[in-house]
């Protein structure tokens, strides 16, 4: 679905690499019919088949190898790949209640071990970010999230927590424990003054977040606040030059050395989105 105004239901959305040999992508949900314009959600997005979904696609055959539905009805949008455990963790960020369906954001943990042709990948958990079972109360959605084989955990963003806008949340999930019938959600750092969008891990224990802020993931201490980085979509780690990288919202790329954690510069021209190729050295955004 192409028309801006509706963002929430379309994609393909967030990308991941599995095992080497997988593109893993978040999707929007099918539609039986068009979206109706009304101030009525339920009526709006009637013809939404709630069917928001995650697409397997071989590296091999470039061929789409399975679709796993995450039952959202609206996109699921960023995810992360945990090799330790063979869970890839998918948020739905925008759900709403429109009368069926999840009606609050939540996130999918999926079993990433290879399946047999035409069977699914199976679905290890679901889990409501409401502010129940030591998840946040994610009304502003939910962000980028990133593995570490440190702890063995993922670290979720999440931009507001609650009904006051300026604390936002990093939630820890462990998918080992979700194996085994356990709450995987650990623990939940909170961050005044931070609405963490993007997340990247730097060498020493940090989490650079799109805030602006570096946080050590063992106890949620804040390392540094870089205010020069804030306003920032997607964030990602540059290993070549051990720099974090920071696509901000109003068109320019912010850079902080992760091993002084001193702040570099700011580059205009670029997007919301950066990338780093540690082989060429390139910087993509």
Not at 147 to 164: C, H, I
Not at 220 to 229: D, P
Not at 239 to 264: K, R, Y
Request: with cysteine; net charge negative.
């Amino acid at each position: 679905n192409s028309n801006p105004n509706f963002n929430d239901v379309s994609g393909p959305n967030g990308v991941t690499i599995v095992n080497h040999a997988e593109i893993w992508a978040g999707d929007a949900p099918t539609f039986s019919g068009p979206i109706v314009k009304s101030t009525n959600l339920a009526t709006a997005y009637a013809t939404d088949n709630c069917d928001s979904s995650v697409k397997v696609i071989s590296l091999i055959s470039l061929q789409v190898t399975d679709v796993v539905s995450t039952g959202g009805c609206f996109r699921a949008d960023e995810l992360g790949f945990d090799e330790d455990h063979q869970a890839v963790l998918i948020a739905n960020d925008a759900e709403q209640d429109i009368g069926k369906g999840p009606s609050v954001p939540f996130i999918t943990l999926i079993d990433t071990r290879p399946v047999a042709p035409g069977q699914h990948h199976a679905i290890i958990k679901k889990i409501t970010f409401d502010g129940t079972n030591g998840t946040a109360n994610a009304l502003g959605g939910i962000e980028q999230p990133v593995y570490s084989s440190e702890t063995g955990n993922f670290y979720v963003s999440v931009p507001q927590d609650g009904a006051d806008p300026t604390i936002g949340a990093v939630v820890v999930v462990n998918a080992g424990l979700a194996r085994l019938g356990d709450n995987p959600v650990i623990r939940k750092f909170d961050l005044k003054g931070c609405s963490p969008t993007g997340a990247t891990l730097g060498p020493n224990h940090e989490l650079f977040l799109g805030c602006g802020y570096v946080i050590d993931i063992r106890d949620g201490s804040v390392l540094a606040n870089f205010t020069q980085a804030a306003g920032c979509d997607e964030v990602n780690t540059d290993p070549a030059s051990n720099h974090f990288l920071c696509g901000q919202s109003a068109g320019a790329m912010a850079i902080v050395d992760d091993d002084t954690l001193q702040f570099d510069a700011s580059i205009k021209g670029f997007n919301r989105s950066i990338a780093a190729d540690p082989v060429t050295e390139r910087i993509l955004g």
